[in-house]
């Protein structure tokens, strides 16, 4: 296992500007899941930490936030993600100690996804407009577009960094404060993110950053009335908690949630391709993707030769040191997660499953939360592998006979965040995105992000988007103005 190159300083509360403990004092130790060992001690923030970065939030909001004229809040926003990839060498490391994920992934993948998220947004903060409406000739009627206010988010441990680009940049351009809450887990990256944005010109207050527990920070965030707005990425079962909670102060509230993607291999598909896509699709970040393409649909003429294929890909993928460059496997997020996928497994097994690949506990150096690339072959649609949420390196690989078939397949899931399509046929593909019940299709490709394009789901996988112009509708609210010139 490679050595943490120099000691990761302590993590602390950012609030209105500064590095704070809690008022507590309370602290909880990080730990890297690959090695088992601490990487440092953070903060940890209760109901009363929360406080002090929400009023620092308001504050900011009626104070210098509001008097920034747009190109300067442009401006700061794109020095922002200039400072992140300044600093990518260290963010990445940070990202990667953290989640377990290659150091490949959070350098070359997560680090510009971030950057480019405050390069995107920075260009709204200027053309964020209302409209006149033409309504009797003796007044002048028109709306403003204003920020909704004080936004809370909360985000997951399995993207920590690309999820403070997904919504403190959106949320910043559009005018509005922040307060973030990082999972336990992973709070290292959007600390220091924190941190770079008053080095980029952010007013004090503007971004806060409150580590802890989701049970107090995260609760005491969620009922908090001066929070106008909640952005959450996380699980279906603490989104349904969120949006009752919420419902207490009549929040506006964003929800993306989890999934169990289908990816669809018809049988006229490039067949090289559609490996390739259904390998990154589901064993890219180690499976804790929200869009993991987890269930393969795979048309029942190219089943078997295609299931002996994937698993001989599978084979070849074996868990290493996250911080080597060339690993394309590192460990799950903790033993706690690594224990909850390998009870998914021995359950597919027992529902008739077949184990054509991993399926074992393999560490590294004797330690760490690793596993093995797993498929599961002959899957039925109604096993518990197919229906529910796994979050790691686990494909069930399901047979279908025919379009209506793989798209009554593919919808018959609580969830509907993303999917996939692998076909020659541009018709069918159309055809089948368009009947497809999620938010995101990819066509011969799979698991693309860019910030101008939206992203969130449908069902049990939320409501409302991240990225792109549609997610401004999200951090904004309009005002009617009515003039009366008679």
């Not at 000739?137 to 920590?160: C, M, S």
């Not at 307060?179 to 770079?196: F, G, Y």
């Not at 048309?299 to 890909?313: G, N, S």
Request: with cysteine.
């Amino acid at each position: 296992m490679s050595e943490t190159l120099a000691p990761v300083r302590p993590g602390r509360l950012i609030i209105n500007g500064e590095a704070v403990d809690a008022v507590s004092g309370a602290t909880f130790t990080t730990v890297n899941p690959a090695t088992e060992e601490p990487i440092t001690t953070v903060a940890e923030a209760g109901a009363e930490d929360v406080d002090r970065a929400v009023r620092a939030a308001r504050a900011a909001l009626e104070g210098p936030w509001a008097k920034l004229k747009p190109i300067d809040r442009s401006r700061v926003l794109w020095k922002l993600g200039d400072l992140v990839l300044a600093h990518a060498d260290e963010l990445a490391r940070l990202e990667t100690l953290d989640n377990g994920k290659p150091i490949f992934e959070s350098r070359f993948v997560d680090i510009d996804m971030v950057a480019r998220c405050f390069h995107y947004f920075s260009g709204w903060a200027t053309k964020l407009t209302g409209d006149t409406t033409a309504v009797n000739p003796g007044w002048f009627t028109y709306t403003l577009r204003e920020p909704v206010g004080v936004v809370g988010a909360i985000i997951p441990w399995n993207f920590p960094m690309i999820m403070v680009g997904w919504k403190v940049a959106p949320a910043l351009a559009a005018g509005n404060t922040i307060v973030v809450k990082p999972a336990e887990l992973t709070p290292l990256t959007a600390i220091r993110i924190a941190e770079l944005a008053l080095e980029a010109g952010i007013p004090p207050g503007v971004f806060n950053v409150v580590p802890g527990k989701g049970r107090v920070a995260g609760e005491a965030l969620v009922r908090h009335p001066r929070v106008d707005k909640l952005s959450f990425t996380g699980s279906t079962e603490v989104g349904q908690h969120l949006m009752r909670t919420a419902a207490e102060t009549l929040k506006k509230i964003t929800l993306e949630l989890g999934g169990k993607s289908p990816n669809i291999v018809f049988a006229d598909a490039d067949l090289e391709a559609a490996l390739r896509g259904a390998t990154a699709g589901i064993f890219y970040g180690k499976g804790e993707v929200c869009a993991a393409g987890s269930r393969l649909l795979v048309e029942k003429p190219i089943y078997d030769e295609f299931v002996v294929k994937l698993a001989e890909r599978a084979k070849k993928m074996q868990p290493s040191d996250p911080l080597d460059p060339k690993s394309r496997l590192g460990s799950l997020v903790s033993k706690a997660q690594l224990d909850k996928v390998m009870g998914y497994v021995e359950t597919g097994v027992k529902e008739g499953a077949q184990l054509v690949a991993g399926g074992q506990r393999q560490p590294v150096n004797g330690k760490g939360a690793f596993m093995q690339a797993t498929v599961l072959a002959g899957v039925d649609n109604r096993m518990r592998v197919a229906q529910e949420e796994i979050f790691g390196p686990v494909l069930a690989v399901i047979p279908f006979d025919g379009v209506d078939d793989a798209v009554a397949k593919a919808n018959d899931v609580m969830y509907g965040l993303a999917s996939g399509v692998w076909t020659r046929d541009l018709r069918k593909a159309h055809t089948v995105a368009k009947r497809l019940a999620a938010g995101t299709v990819w066509v011969n490709m799979y698991n693309f992000y860019d910030p101008g394009m939206p992203f969130g789901g449908v069902k049990g996988s939320g409501f409302g988007r991240d990225l792109g112009e549609a997610c401004l509708q999200e951090y904004t609210q309009v005002k009617s103005v009515w003039l009366n010139l008679e």
